[in-house]
């Protein structure tokens, strides 16, 4: 009898440890997997405002971006109403592919977005998962705004004036319990980051939200001179 009290002591002893630790453990990879996720989005922001520089006063004969005027990122509205509104093949597109590039090998890979186990949240993407991270998600959930220092959104800039481009990526979290207690639904994300996503359209907002998934909107800021004349 004396045995089978001590065995169950070991048992009740095995499961006071094992949660907390195993709930250590899973917050410490979606830790490590969002700290990677926000370097990349930092570089990505380095990336885009150096894009964004020779871009915005790019005026080459064979440069179109749409229309859209010297220095300027859309052809009509203010604020973010420019971002939504720009054309397709503009200067602002022209800057968003290169912080979409950069993101693309911090993508959700297929392998995270099927499965909900620890293996599938780390498996890395490869030369499929880039493509899929350029073409598919980044799409939707890479954002490139510019701001000035009082933080209000800039469309138009000086020809030798200072461009500050910041990058808000949506990044997945996908490691099990880890991710209710770090992240939230897209709804729930801040609202300034959210609505900067919301210029790119609503698509991944909206299976977001159908999927259950938990989110965070990582954000970088850099700034560059502008290399007009």
């Known amino acids: ?24 453990f899973l917050g410490l990879t979606q830790l490590a997997l969002v700290y990677s996720a926000q370097l990349m989005v930092e570089h990505a922001a380095a990336r885009a405002v150096r894009a964004a520089v020779v871009i915005l006063p790019d005026d080459h004969e064979e440069a179109d971006y749409g229309g859209v005027p010297l220095n300027q990122v859309g052809t ?8 939504a509104t720009a054309p ?9 592919d290169a912080a979409r590039l950069t993101l693309s090998p911090v993508a959700p890979s297929m392998d995270s977005i ?22 598919g998600w980044n799409e939707w959930a890479v954002a490139v705004t510019f701001v000035d220092s009082q933080g209000g959104y800039v469309t138009t800039f000086d020809p030798r004036g200072p461009v500050t481009v910041r990058v808000t990526f949506l990044f997945r979290c ?35 939200d159908v999927a259950g998934w938990q989110l965070l909107a990582l954000e970088a800021e ?8």
């Not at 099927?114 to 073409?135: I, R």
């Not at 850099?222 to 004349?229: C, D, E, S």
């Open 222 to 229: 850099r700034t560059f001179p502008n290399q007009g004349i």
């Open 114 to 135: 099927a499965s909900s186990s620890v293996a599938g949240a780390l498996t890395g993407n490869g030369a499929l998962g880039l493509a899929l991270g350029v073409l």
């Open 76 to 83: 009509g509205g203010d604020g973010l109403e420019a971002y």
């Open 88 to 96: 397709s093949g503009g200067r602002l597109a022209a800057i968003g």
């Open 1 to 24: 009898m004396r045995d089978r009290w001590n065995t169950g002591a070991v048992y009740v002893e095995f499961l006071v440890v094992i949660i907390p630790f195993l709930t250590l």
């Open 174 to 208: 996908a490691v099990p319990l880890a991710r209710s207690l770090m992240c939230s639904s897209f709804d729930n994300l801040d609202s300034q980051r959210r609505e900067a996503l919301m210029t790119n359209g609503g698509l991944l907002a909206g299976i977001a």
